[in-house]
Nanobody
Framework: QVQLVESGGGSVQAGGSLRLSCAAS?????????MGWFRQTAGKERAAVAT???????SYADSVKGRFTISRDNAKGTLYLQMNSLKPEDTAMYYC???????????????????WGQGTQVTVSS
């Protein structure tokens, strides 16, 4: 059974930084692995923030490029999201997700993520 547990959320002032962590258990890393961070606010759909696949395939939402960095420590089974220069519009519930691409030539699309954590709240005040 795959379990994803997020931590590191909290409240911070605009311009500040937070580092989210996601501890994965029961998840098998393979060439087709995809992991990612998504966020959601009330009344809006959950949207991808950053995804990472094996082979260095990394993707960021335009709104976080240059400010957020996704990384993964396979040995520890942990996914990270370093968030710098935070803005009030970054306020959301952040979710960790994991899964697999359908083929090694596929991207880590939303459909690649069947496993989800419970989320961690990030609040950025102006």
């Amino acid at each position: 059974q795959v379990q994803l547990v997020e931590s590191g959320g909290g409240s911070v002032q605009a311009g500040g930084s937070l580092r989210l962590s996601c501890a994965a258990s029961g998840y098998t890393y393979s060439d087709g692995s995809c992991m990612g961070w998504f966020r959601q606010t009330a009344g809006k759909e959950r949207a991808a923030v950053a995804t990472i696949g094996n082979g260095g395939m990394i993707s960021y939402a335009d709104s976080v490029k240059g400010r957020f960095t996704i990384s993964r420590d396979n040995a520890k089974g942990t996914l990270y999201l370093q968030m710098n220069s935070l803005k009030p519009e970054d306020t959301a519930m952040y979710y960790c997700a994991a899964g697999y691409r359908p083929t090694l030539f596929s991207s880590c699309a939303r459909s690649s993520f069947p496993y989800w954590g419970q989320g961690t709240q990030v609040t950025v005040s102006s």
